[in-house]
């Protein structure tokens, strides 16, 4: 396994996920989309929980696009 740093943008409309070489190379990266409800003009409303696994899902597909994962 090498060393990778992996950059993570949580942001309104999902969480994207970039991992990096120790030479600044990309060498994966992985999104996923985050749910938003608008129950009032004017208003927009996430479930943090939902960050957590957007999250999760993005940097799990990030080290698999990379083959950066165990084994």
Known sequence: MRDVLL???????????????ADGHVVGGGSAPLATSYPRPGWAVQDPHDWHAAACAAVRECLSQGSLGPG
Do not use: E, P, Q, R
Not at 7 to 19: L, Q
């Open 7 to 21: 950059g993570i943008d949580v942001g309104s409309s999902g969480c994207k996920v970039t991992a990096l070489d």
